[in-house]
């Protein structure tokens, strides 16, 4: 099983580009969500699409925006790329939300991304 | 909003030495999620914690939900060099009015010296 599938691995900008990242999961699961890491803020929730035809903001959306283009993909989009985007980015899925204490989720293996 | 906090926020211990990772909520947690993170990789889910005072062990690793459910423990047992990474406790959180999201501490790195 593949599981969750993100890219690209790594990818270098400049100010101002615009990029997507592309995420895919092959478990059925319903809902995906995309995180960002960085060195002592943790794990930050961007958005999130807790079915295919919905998406959410999360913690820290601004500057994002993402697709949900069917129930196995959900993509960010960076329009024009910021310094304090450089992060790695990671897509996450699960197969339940709503339900507290059963939201087990599976990562990719993460999108390193860097801002000029 | 909730948050949690983890510690401590880093580890250096001895092969064959035990350890603990303590995980913090500022609300009653209702679901507690363990997962490890290898240098530069993803995060594996190692276990979830729902009821207060809940034990679970998986090979070397027990975690422990409090009474209160307010603070988790990760014990690792006889650490090997095979337990390094970052080790990151999360909880089910609110965000829009929707349940379903996880919110994260900020991570323990763990290292073990052979």
């Known amino acids: 099983n593949a599981g969750v599938t993100q890219t690209p691995k790594f990818q270098v900008l400049k100010t101002g580009q615009s990029m997507t990242l592309q995420c895919a999961q092959d478990?059925?699961?319903?809902?995906m969500y995309w995180y960002r890491q960085d060195p002592g803020m943790g794990l930050r929730l961007i958005y999130y699409s807790a079915s295919e035809g919905t998406t959410d903001k999360g913690e820290v959306p601004n500057g994002y925006n993402v697709s949900r283009l069917n129930k196995r993909e959900f993509s960010l989009r960076l329009e024009s790329a910021a310094p304090s985007q450089t992060s790695v980015y990671f897509c996450?899925?699960?197969?339940?939300?709503?339900?507290?204490?059963?939201?087990?989720?599976?990562f990719g293996a993460g999108s390193r991304l860097t801002v000029l | 909003s909730q948050e949690l906090e983890q510690s401590p926020q880093s580890l250096i211990v001895q092969e064959g030495k035990n350890l603990t990772i303590n995980c913090t909520s500022s609300k009653t947690l209702y679901g507690l999620y363990w997962y490890k993170q290898k240098y530069g990789e993803g995060l594996i889910f190692l276990m979830m914690l729902q009821k207060g005072g809940e034990e679970k062990s998986h090979e070397k690793i027990t975690a422990k939900l409090d009474e209160k459910k307010q603070q988790s423990s990760l014990h690792i047992t006889a650490s090997q060099p095979s337990h390094a990474g970052i080790y990151l406790c999360?909880?089910?959180?609110?965000?829009?009015?929707?349940?379903?999201?996880?919110?994260f501490g900020k991570g323990t790195k763990l290292s073990v010296k052979p």
């Open positions: 996450a899925s699960s197969s339940t939300t709503g339900s507290s204490g059963a939201n087990v989720l599976t």
């Open positions: 999360g909880a089910d959180s609110n965000y829009g009015g929707s349940q379903g999201n996880l919110i």
């Open positions: 478990m059925n699961h319903n809902s």
